[in-house]
């Protein structure tokens, strides 16, 4: 079973550039998150998707903008790529549409430096 | 501005020793999380609590949520080197938010 799957997983930029983050979930969930998480800092949330059609602000959200492209799709961007959004991101979905509760189910991380 | 502090940060110990990790915070969470994560690998959900005093265990660990809801333990009994990871708390906070700790470092060593 796949769960959740992010590309790439790896990736370099040089400031200024732009990039998207894909995640795809096969578990029919309605949920769906994008967190980043640095060093000494936890998880912080950068936007949610609820359900499809809907998007919302988390704790970090300057930077990125998402797409909820249906169901099983949600996608990162940055548009204008900046030394401090250097980090690992990782894309979660719940089958519950609330972000505080039921289980996260995890992909397997993107890590993102920005030179 | 919820806060979940996780300590130690970082534990280091010899295998078969008895551990505990502390998730505080001076807020109440209707429920709370312990996952654990393994490197290049996301978090994994072992358990959450919901109700004060609840105490849940999964083979040797323990997971304990405070009285007051403000805080959790996680024992584990004869640690074992396939216990390594970084271990999180989260807990179910106010404006829909999952409140995340730093995380606890975990080795245990053969």
């Known amino acids: 079973n796949a769960g959740v799957t992010q590309t790439p997983k790896f990736q370099v930029l040089k400031t200024g550039q732009s990039m998207t983050l894909q995640c795809a979930q096969d578990?029919?969930?309605?949920?769906m998150y994008w967190y980043r998480q640095d060093p000494g800092m936890g998880l912080r949330l950068i936007y949610y998707?609820?359900?499809?059609?809907?998007?919302d602000k988390g704790e970090v959200p300057n930077g990125y903008n998402v797409s909820r492209l249906n169901k099983r799709e949600f996608s990162l961007r940055l548009e204008s790529a900046a030394p401090s959004q250097t980090s690992v991101y990782f894309c979660?979905?719940?089958?519950?549409?609330?972000?505080?509760?039921?289980?996260?189910?995890f992909g397997e991380g993107s890590r993102l430096t920005v030179l | 501005t919820q806060l979940l502090e996780q300590s130690p940060q970082f534990l280091s110990i010899q295998e078969g020793e008895n551990l505990t990790v502390y998730c505080n915070s001076s807020?109440?969470?209707?429920?709370l999380q312990w996952y654990r994560q393994e490197p290049g690998e996301g978090p994994v959900l072992l358990v959450t609590?919901?109700?004060g005093g609840e105490v849940k265990k999964l083979k040797r660990l323990t997971f304990q949520f405070g009285d007051a809801r403000k805080d959790s333990s996680l024992h584990i009994t004869a640690a074992q080197p396939g216990d390594t990871g970084l271990y999180l708390c989260?807990?179910?906070?106010?404006?829909?938010?999952?409140?995340w700790g730093a995380g606890t470092k975990l080795i245990i060593k053969p």
């Open positions: 998707s609820a359900s499809e059609g809907t998007t």
């Open positions: 578990m029919n969930h309605n949920s």
């Open positions: 807020s109440v969470f209707s429920s």
């Open positions: 979660a979905s719940s089958l519950r549409t609330s972000p505080n509760t039921g289980e996260l189910f």
């Open positions: 609590v919901v109700t």
């Open positions: 989260a807990g179910a906070g106010s404006n829909y938010q999952l409140i």
